[in-house]
């Protein structure tokens, strides 16, 4: 294997620029591939909202105890962002992918064999690296693995995915609530059936190749060579990488995160994502994931009617999340996003003006609005950052994204119990309303439209002027 000189580098970025332009008839499949792991990962994480009634009953446990049982898996996808997104860029995507569905499967299982409520908290802490692990992953290979512009599409259906587990969590939770299964026997198979689907793609993933570009940037040019050729159907890469391997030093953390700002432009898309990653956790963690805990709390119906109000809601939600990305190519991630942002204040607002009445139809509504706009607002985030990441670090910057996302959500499950407790439902949500503002105010203000970038658009300029020539 030779060793890297500085002319090797522009011929990396050629052969990105290259990459970018490919689009392989299975590109659509990996992307759905990847985004379905959020339907799994939702599934499991609003289990909980719904049975945690469940978990009083038989355990007893604190309010602090089952808020951090809530929020456990929020703090292991911390980690698990933050690792995941360093091992894919250092062993490959397809490695991590493979590994993160197997260790989530297994740690579903134990989930619903957990002994105590205890044992239950650090299951789901350990389940959450997968978790974690995987999406910054996901990301990081749908910008490699589809052409620029579709990927961006793409990654914004990944609210579309959770939304979907959220009305599988319900119709799976209501099922068990209108049948005669013990509380005990309810939640241990509530919290273990996520382990059959994501088995199913850990199979349905086995034949997904590792990305091209991850061979380029780390110097195995015969590797990627035949992998492109055998995903695109021919040899995009033929006369543009050598013909023999060569040893390619990695970036440092510190050389990752400087040149994520070294330009104003990945600097402020940077910052946006990170402000929009952590305000639509907390939105969505302190209003919406609280919500039937709220409405039970409130006794203005029994909890199956609840749930079904919930699941009216989450396919209206749903819908919004599948509109949103299709809306991309016209309004851009930032007009995506104003208007998410916006809606989300304003069903907050209409919601605790229900709540405050004790008016079901008002709560319904204000939750249908902060919903359809909190699924706008939630897209473009993780996308962003993983947009304009260089493909050298994509993996550390994905995760890093994803770290703001399962900060917010740890803090925001384990906090607002205590806090609604405190301060009553009405001012602790009157206060959630000021955070989509400032998201709003970012998305207005700071995120340059990134929609159909390209990392390597300067190559593909340089190119394109020879061509013209």
Request: one cysteine or more; charged letters at 15%; a neutral charge.
């Amino acid at each position: 294997m030779a060793k890297a000189n500085l002319a090797i580098y522009d011929t990396i970025e050629q052969a990105k620029a290259i990459l970018d332009r490919q689009e392989a008839k299975h590109a659509s499949k990996a992307g759905w591939l990847m985004v379905t792991a959020l339907l799994i990962e939702s599934w499991d994480i609003y289990s909980m909202s719904f049975i945690m009634t469940h978990l009083k009953d038989v355990f007893h446990p604190s309010a602090a105890l089952l808020g951090f049982t809530s929020a456990g898996t929020q703090l292991g996808a911390i980690v698990g962002a933050i690792l995941g997104g360093w091992l894919t860029d250092k062993y490959g995507r397809r490695n991590i992918f493979m590994a993160s569905m197997t260790m989530f499967a297994i740690c579903a299982v134990a989930q619903g064999l957990a002994p105590s409520m205890a044992a239950l908290a650090v299951i789901r802490c350990i389940a959450g690296i997968p978790v974690g692990a995987d999406v910054a992953n996901g990301f990081t290979y749908m910008m490699e693995i589809m052409p620029k512009g579709k990927r961006e599409v793409m990654a914004n259906r990944w609210q579309f995915m959770f939304s979907l587990g959220i009305l599988c969590a319900i119709a799976l939770v209501t099922a068990f609530e209108l049948g005669s299964l013990s509380p005990n026997i309810t939640w241990r198979i509530i919290l273990a059936i996520p382990a059959i689907p994501a088995v199913l793609l850990l199979l349905a993933r086995h034949n997904l190749p590792e990305t091209p570009t991850w061979y380029v940037e780390h110097g195995r040019f015969v590797e990627a060579r035949k992998v492109a050729a055998d995903y695109y159907g021919k040899d995009v890469l033929a006369g543009v990488v050598p013909d023999e391997n060569m040893t390619l030093p990695r970036p440092t953390w510190g050389e990752t995160v400087k040149d994520l700002f070294s330009d104003e432009f990945t600097r402020r898309s940077t910052i946006f994502a990170w402000i929009s990653n952590f305000v639509q956790a907390l939105e969505n963690y302190s209003f919406s994931f609280y919500l039937p805990t709220i409405l039970a709390g409130l006794g203005i119906a029994t909890l199956v009617q609840n749930n079904l109000a919930m699941f009216v809601v989450y396919i209206l939600a749903s819908i919004s999340a599948f509109v949103g990305p299709m809306l991309l190519p016209k309004i851009g991630h930032k007009g995506l996003s104003q208007w998410g942002f916006g809606l989300v204040a304003v069903g907050i607002v209409i919601s605790v003006i229900g709540i405050a009445n004790n008016q079901m139809f008002i709560i319904i509504l204000g939750s249908g609005i902060m919903l359809w706009g909190h699924y706008w607002s939630s897209e473009s985030g993780q996308t962003v950052a993983s947009l304009v990441a260089k493909p050298a670090y994509r993996g550390a910057a994905s995760g890093i994204a994803y770290t703001f996302v399962k900060l917010a959500s740890f803090v925001t499950l384990w906090v607002f119990p205590v806090l609604f407790e405190q301060l009553g439902v009405v001012k602790a949500d009157l206060i959630v309303v000021i955070f989509p503002i400032i998201a709003f105010l970012a998305a207005t203000f700071i995120l340059p439209e990134v929609f159909n970038h390209a990392v390597s658009a300067d190559t593909i300029k340089k190119e394109g002027a020879a061509e013209s020539k």
